[in-house]
């Protein structure tokens, strides 16, 4: 079992950054694969990134790539996520997720466990 709590958001002008943060429970964090996904008012929850348990493999949607590094501190049981060049369309609650094993996942099916997530909010 793991729980996952998320913190990091607020408000934020365009162009600005933030650091989201996701506390892992449990002793086996390293055995996890992670992501990242958003979901804004009205709309379908969406992929953002995703980590492989060692932090070798990542992987983007496209409308944030280059903008947005997902990392893990597996010493600290924590997923980071970097958010720069921030845009209003950017504006989402933002979730972690994980589930045990390996590679990296676009789909919402493969993670079993999902923080209560925390909302960022991007102003033009």
């Known amino acids: 079992q793991v729980q996952l709590v998320e913190s990091g958001g607020g408000l934020v002008q365009a162009g600005g950054s933030l650091r989201l943060s996701c506390a892992a429970s449990g002793r086996t964090f390293s055995s996890y694969f992670m992501a990242w996904f958003r979901q804004a008012p009205g709309k379908e929850r969406e992929f953002v990134a995703s980590i492989s348990w060692n932090g070798d493999y990542t992987v983007y949607a496209d409308s944030v790539k280059d903008r947005f590094t997902i990392s893990r501190d597996n010493a600290k049981n924590t997923v980071h996520l970097q958010v720069n060049s921030l845009k209003p369309e950017d504006t989402a609650d933002y979730y972690c997720?994980?589930?045990?094993?390996?590679?990296?996942?676009?789909?919402?099916?493969?993670?079993?466990?999902w923080g209560q997530g925390t909302q960022v909010t991007v102003s033009s």
């Open positions: 997720a994980a589930n045990y094993g390996s590679g990296v996942s676009r789909r919402m099916y493969d993670y079993r466990y």
